[in-house]
């Protein structure tokens, strides 16, 4: 087992990703902190996990204080934290720039940016103190690509992008490596809303269609597969790996410069 006994921490546990990380992990030999905004599907993804020690902490990520109380809890159950999977995330509404609504520009910012930032302030606090840790923040393809009609999401991932790397720069010196996942369209829920919100519910079988063909592959990568992913960055199989943005969308990188 790559992580036997390792204490990771997951953030947005209850979504697609987050439940298939727990899975993996846990298969892994890893001891669990889940973190979700919804208890009650916090408990369904424990019962669907492998392991007998699973602490379970609700949790809004957009509120500091209750980032520093699941990371408080993890360590007073565990001692200390092994990996991050910085994973929680929205989409938000779809719009133009200029049609774009406050409310959901702050929304998709307080997630995906400042729920990002104060788990990385927490755990990192604990992982510079045993000087060890590996972290694993989930970023986007539209961390370095244009997104129409989703600027403030893409703008939020690249935003991850730059925590990433910061992060990495100052942690090195401590034997803790920060990474990023990069996937592309994932079979999860957040791509049924991306869907919907591009063509409208009734056309969302179209929708798909369409997104697939822009994937090389041809389909949409399976949460086990970014899980995956994260299990590698997470273990000393990636031990000379930091501050990296890992793509994994099917080849649709190999359509960018960058």
Partial sequence: MLLKDKVVL??????????AAAKAFANEGAKLALVDLNEDALKKV????ESSDILLVPADVTKEDQVKNYVDKTVEKYGRIDVFINNAGVNGANATITEQQEKNLRFVMDVNFFGAFYGLKYVLGVMQEQKSGSVVNTASNGGWLGAPGMSVYAASKHAVLGLTKSAAIEMAPYGVRVNAVAPGATNTDMMRRIESNAVGEENVEEAKKAFEAAVPMGRYATPEEIA????????????????TMVRIDGGMSANSAQ
Avoid at 10 to 19: E, K, L, Q, V, Y
Avoid at 46 to 49: E, F, H, P
Wanted: proline share 0%; charged share 15%.
């Fill in 46 to 49: 424990s019962g669907q996990v």
């Fill in 228 to 243: 995956d992913l994260m299990v590698f960055l997470a273990s000393d199989k990636s031990s000379f790996i930091d501050g």
């Fill in 10 to 19: 997951i953030t947005g546990a209850a979504g697609g990703i987050g439940t």
